[in-house]
Structures are given as C-alpha cells and as structure tokens.
C-alpha cells in the first residue's frame, strides 16, 4: 500500500458475519460538542463483551463537569438488520446509515435521545490495506476507520431536555470471529482532532506472547492523508495505581513513528481518568478499560520543515489480562 493510499472502501464499513458462536461486531461513535458535552453511541450487531451475544445500543453522555449518563438497549434479532456493501445498521427505531460523505445517527429515546449527521471531512482509513487489527488465518479481529474526523451537528437529548449541538466527530468498526480474550492481551489507543491535523494510532498487544506486537498510525493534514505507518515505537511511563481498579496505569504515553514524507514525536500525558472499568462487569472473562484525558506534545517533520502542535485530547488502554 503506498503512503497516503488509505485503501478504504464502502464495503469495508458494511457487515462483516461470521458463523461462529464468538462472532461479534460493532460500529462506535463518538462527539466532541462545542459546549463541552460529549457522546458516544456503539451499535453491537452481536455484543462482543456479553454471552450469549446480544444485539445492543449503549448511549454515553458526558456533560461539561464530567458526570457520565448512560443509557442502553437489547434488541431481538428479528428487529435488527446489517448491510454487507456499506454502513447501513439498524437496531430497532435506531440506526445508523451512510450516504457518500453524510453519515446519520439516530438514537431515540425518552430521557435520552441522539440524532446527528456527520460530515466526513477526512478520508476513510483501512489500516495496512487489510483492516486487520489481528490476523493468524484461524482467529480473525478487524478494524477499519470509516471517519477519522467529520464535522457534527444535530440535537442531543439528555434527562429529557434537548439541545442543539456540533461539533467534531469521529467513527470506527469492530468485528471478529473469535472472543477478543482469545487473541488480544492489551492494547493503547488515541486520536488527536487538532485544528489543521488528524491523527489516529493504536499499539497492540496479541494475546500469545511469542507474536509480534501491532501497531498503526494515520496523519493526515486537513483533508489530506499525510502518513500511514504500519509500525510505530511506544514507551510507557510513570504508572500509577488506579484507585477503581487497583492497577498500576501509565500516564505517559512516548510515540515515535516515521513514514517517506513525514515523522512525528508524540507525547500523551494523562491529566484524569473520566471512565474506568466500565466493561469488567459486563464481559464473561476480565476486561479492565481506562479512557483518559490527557495533554499531547506533537512534533511533526515534513520536507525538511517542523511543526509543533499542543492541545488536550482523549485515549484508551484495555487490559485483557
């Protein structure tokens, strides 16, 4: 795949079944508001974290001081259908569909209700050219990035009270033939929404410890892709005991990454942890997850020139084992 190739389809962001009792498959969601709100909204085809499977919407709002409201539903499989040839999901009344660059989510709900249209701003992005997170032929965990950024605006409504909002937004999806347990030991994630600059990595960790570890990065620079890389380094650094789960947790994430025509020097410090353990109770097997909010110092090398970016931005770690 050549640098700024991003190789995604349509398709790649349509269902992707397997017959399997472990197949699972999910599209996630996720807003930034100008008013400093948030949300995330993850239709689960078949949930991977729960057995049996179950077709399942979650819905979290975050308001300004950092109080989460949640909200979710299971749904009968007569009720919910999936397209092979693009993003078109629907659970019930919700849904979430494609049409070229506008992609709308559409979550009802009493207390609390979602509707929104992403723009796609960015071009989709299927890591490596396979959109594969893990791949060893018998066990099978795919990810592809249909919207590494879009601009949003809709109306939000959160204990019965609606606001209109925008803001800036962002959509990936999840499938696999096999429990993540099964492959997956543990893996850091982020992205960046940087006025002139997107980025996108995660490091992953395969579950047997004789493999490789996976990592990919994606830059791009307004809507243009800037650097793929299908190999970054990643340190982590000054861990600290969680006080929910009682594990140590790095709070410095160090990343170096180097493509043909750009490299980047990536610093995430961690300033709180705004979501923790949320899925140990929901999964079959451990699952210790960690959203941060944290501060990045990114340097960024293009022809010779260099460009350095600060700001506040979101990642990920979840602990299989």
Known sequence: ????????????????????????EWWYNDVHFDNGYSCVIVYHQACGFLHPRLNLITKEIYTPDGKKILSSSIFRPGDCSASESKCDVKLGENYLKQEGDIYRVFAPGNDMAIDLLFKR?????????????????????????????????????????????????????????VN???????????????????????YLYPA????????????????KVLMLSDKIELKASDAKVDDITGIPVPRKLSIIAAGKTASIKL??????????????????????YWRFKADYLCEIRTGGQVEKLQGQTMSEQVLLR
Not at 191 to 196: F, G, K, T, V
Not at 208 to 223: K, P, V
Not at 267 to 288: C, G, K, Y
């Open 1 to 24: 795949m050549k640098n700024g190739s991003t190789a995604y389809s349509d398709k790649d962001d349509g269902l992707h079944y397997y017959k399997t009792s472990n197949y699972y």
């Open 121 to 177: 701003v960015v071009p989709g992005w299927k890591p490596a050219g396979t959109g594969y997170l893990y791949n060893n032929h018998e066990q099978v965990q795919g990810w592809v990035v249909p919207v590494p950024r879009a601009e949003v605006q809709g109306t939000v409504k959160v204990n019965g009270k609606e606001m209109k909002v925008k803001g800036l937004g962002y959509h990936d999806h999840n499938w696999s033939n």
């Open 180 to 202: 993540m347990y099964d492959s997956l030991r543990n893996w850091y994630w982020g992205r960046i929404h940087h006025p002139e600059y997107t980025l996108i990595y995660y």
């Open 267 to 288: 610093e995430v410090i961690t300033r709180s942890i705004f979501d923790s353990n949320i899925l140990l109770q929901m999964a079959p097997w451990p699952v210790h």
């Open 208 to 223: 047997r410890r004789n493999e490789s570890n996976i990592s990919r990065l994606f830059l791009a620079r307004g809507n």
